[in-house]
């Protein structure tokens, strides 16, 4: 596996070999479109912050976090478990988060899902880990190894922004799903993640250009 993507010098490596690699990644960085590098802590807290942030605005996201945070002191597995699901979800949590979050805390305490371990594997094996949790999908997955270990080969091909950064980048007649954009994405390897991060900042340079909200 390639070095994890913790330093900003590891960063400017990968878009290098991407640029190499691919003549419209080449074109991206040529125009300034620049990632950042953007990490999260690992372990549990991480998990559960990215869970937290499913399918609501980062405004909603930001606001459930920190109620729930305000609670869940130390962020471990064990302290969400003695959390009553009364109090979880008066700081905002859904149903189906709460079941997520409770057997993500399970699977760590049980040895089931060795955290800590995850960044010594390759991408399919740590998503293969991950997504065996009730609740983890593929998104989840992809989006806990490229932001909190920094694994440079993540992909989150489920993502919208990434698959319509995609088709603009790449002047494709309709947005790729999941499926097409993994197999556009294995030019990358195994600089995946470094390039998912490159489409991510092209999606908020357009957005900010038709004056829309990122």
């Known amino acids: ?5 913790e330093t900003d010098a590891v960063l400017k490596r ?21 990632p950042q590098l953007r990490k999260r802590p ?10 937290v942030g499913q399918q609501v605005s980062t405004a909603s996201a930001t606001a459930i976090w920190g109620r729930l945070r305000a609670i ?67 998104w989840t997955a992809d989006v806990y190894l490229l932001f909190c270990l920094g694994h440079p080969d993540a992909f ?11 088709r603009l980048a790449y002047g494709l007649d309709r947005r790729p799903d999941a499926k097409a954009l993994t197999m556009l994405a294995e030019r ?11 489409l991510w900042a092209y999606y908020r340079t357009v957005k900010a250009r038709e004056g829309a909200p990122a």
């Open 14 to 34: 990968g878009l290098a070999a991407l640029a190499q690699a691919d003549p419209v990644m080449a074109r991206l960085a040529a125009e300034g479109v620049m």
């Open 42 to 51: 690992p372990g549990f807290e991480g998990l559960a912050w990215i869970v």
């Open 156 to 166: 989150p091909s489920g993502d919208l922004a990434v698959q319509e950064a995609a």
């Open 72 to 138: 869940l002191e130390p962020p471990t597995p064990q302290a969400f478990l003695a959390l009553s699901d009364e109090s979880l979800r008066a700081a905002g949590l859904s149903a189906g988060k709460v079941r997520t979050l409770r057997a993500v805390a399970t699977e760590i305490l049980e040895g089931r899902l060795p955290l800590d371990g995850l960044h010594d594997l390759q991408a399919e094996e740590a998503h293969a880990l991950l997504t065996r949790v009730r609740g983890i999908g593929p």
């Open 188 to 198: 990358w390897r195994p600089w995946r993640g470094v390039a998912a991060k490159v």
């Open 1 to 5: 596996m390639a070095t994890l993507l």
